[in-house]
């Protein structure tokens, strides 16, 4: 018996996808076609397995019916398929580092050709499943700018992005545009991005996308960013005809615009040329000063993108700024402990050293010690009650051998701060060490005596 032909091999692929998918059995296609290659791929070949992947994922994303999302999941993740190696690492994904001719293959310009022949408004589902493993796939590999092989990923980057920017995936339309450098569409993607958000927060995309650009590093991308995406955002909180005056300030717009501005500060002087007078990282510290806080309360994210903007742009060190570093583990709460116990313990990490497991003498404990400060503390606020005193001399005093003396002693040594309120010069002032020897309080008591706890 002659040994078929891949021509005939890939007639009767086509043909049982294509009944496959009369009854709309997606999973079933998908699956007959990675037994097929399975079975015939010695005979197929490495360019023949390559054929007969492509032309399942190409019926499948064809189809046109109620369900063509789900064909094209179904296309992607045959193609996700031959790129993670399930045909076997002798039968890979290739990519051909040179240029096409008949001899020669590459399996990204097969993906390229099928993508184009899709309209974006189908591929969505598809791209969304190859997209990623693609990317790593790529990232393994050394290409040459300007390189035949650049300029196909570049095609493929495009119809990613033209395809999740159809579907509404936004972020990442931004991602590749962001790759490709193109500041015009991806000032289009925000303007898109915007427009299905709340109106006050229009400014929000703009300024988030700019600190996030600066925190990859990006300051041309940024800075033509910023020119493409001007005439966007309107600069005044108050809109024409509203009964608030433009520009006094205040409003639902207030907070998404001071982003903005901090995004449009920062890009400006991060482009700026470097000059003897202009230290641009103390600027940023005071930048960061100065809105870190209202970027904490709009989101979290959105600080990090920020520190991580001054890190990769300002030479930023947010451990040497105060409220700069994150928040250290101040240890286990009686709750945690609590949840600890009713639910078995946690696991523990294998980095850190093992700790005794808890049981409920030492919640007991815990919870025994917190009651004792909250009683410690209820008795010094009624000490300090009676001990707010108002002491005056006729003469000239030494705090250590005076009543005042005496009594900021004790308040010394049981942990508060001793000071003069009014208009008068300083009297009796004790400055908080962590010993209650060694310090010494000596002045004219001529006014008051205050103690602040």
Partial sequence: ?????????????????????????????????????????????????????????????????????????????????????????????????????????????????????????????????????????????????????ALRINKLENAFAGAFLASK??????????????????CNTLVAWADEAYATERPLFFGRALLTLLAESKVNLARDLLFSCSGHVNDNIAAVGATQTPGTGGGPQSASLAVYHV????????????????????????????YASLFAQLDTKLLETLVKAGEAVFHFDSAGVPGGSAPRDAGPSPMALLQQMLTGGAPQAPQQPQRPAFDINTIMSLLGKMNAAQRESSRRSADITRLYVHLITPAPTVCADSEVGTIAFWLRATGYDVSSRGTGPTVGRCARTDRHEGWTAAAQLDSPVTVSV
């Fill in 1 to 149: 018996m002659p040994e078929e032909t891949i021509e005939q091999l890939l007639s009767q692929l086509e043909d049982k996808v294509r009944h496959e998918l009369v009854d709309l059995h997606y999973y079933e296609a998908l699956q007959y076609v990675q037994s097929f290659v399975a079975r015939k791929k010695k005979i197929l070949g490495v360019r023949g397995v390559s054929q007969a992947v492509f032309l399942g994922a190409r019926l499948l994303a064809n189809d046109t019916s109620a369900e063509a999302s789900a064909a094209g999941g179904a296309a992607g993740n045959l193609v996700k398929w031959l790129i993670e190696e399930g045909a076997g690492a002798d039968h890979p994904f290739h990519v051909h580092a040179d240029n096409l001719n008949s001899s020669n293959y590459c399996d990204l310009q097969n993906l390229l050709d099928l993508l184009t022949a899709l309209p974006a408004s189908r591929s969505g589902s598809l791209v969304s499943v190859v997209y990623n493993p693609l990317h790593l796939l790529l990232t393994k590999r050394k290409i040459k700018r300007h390189s035949a092989l």
């Fill in 263 to 290: 995004g449009v500060t920062l890009t400006e002087l991060a482009a700026l040329p470097p000059h003897d007078r202009v230290n641009k990282p103390r600027l940023f510290i005071l930048v960061y000063r100065r």
């Fill in 169 to 186: 995936n936004f972020h990442q339309a931004f991602k590749c545009y962001s790759r490709l450098d193109d500041a015009d569409k991806l």
